[in-house]
C-alpha cells in the first residue's frame, strides 16, 4: 500500500477536488481510495471525547459527537449532561455531578 499526501492552495480548491473525485476513483485499472486526514487539535478533541466518555461509563450511543463542525459535542449519563466540548475546546469540561472527575494530563 502507498500513502500520498496532497495539500491544496485553499479549503475551497480541496472541496472542489475531493468532491469530484468522490471517495474512490478508477486510475490504470487501479481503485484509488481518498481519506482526509485529521488535523492535530481535531485528533485532540476525539481523544478528550474518547477519554471523558470512559471516565463517565458512556456507551457509543450516550456520546452526541455534534452533526456539524460548529455544534457543541456532550456525553450524557443517566440522563444527565455529563461533559460538554464547544468547537474550540480542545478538552472541554465536566458538568456539575460530574467536576470530581478529569482527564489526564
Do not use: C
Not at 54 to 81: F, H, N
Amino acid at each position: 500500500m502507498t500513502l500520498s499526501l496532497v495539500e491544496f492552495a485553499s479549503n475551497s480548491v480541496r472541496e472542489k477536488v475531493l468532491k469530484s473525485f468522490g471517495d474512490n476513483f478508477e486510475f490504470n485499472s487501479t481503485t484509488i481510495k481518498i481519506s482526509r486526514a485529521k488535523t492535530q487539535p481535531q485528533r485532540s478533541r476525539n481523544w478528550a471525547m474518547r477519554e471523558a466518555a470512559k471516565l463517565v461509563g458512556a456507551g457509543d450511543d450516550d456520546i452526541d459527537w455534534g452533526k456539524k463542525a460548529t455544534d457543541m459535542r456532550s456525553i450524557k449519563k443517566g440522563g444527565s449532561v455529563a461533559f460538554v466540548q464547544t468547537k474550540s475546546d480542545l478538552r472541554g469540561s465536566f458538568q456539575p455531578g460530574f467536576t470530581h472527575l478529569a482527564l489526564p494530563a
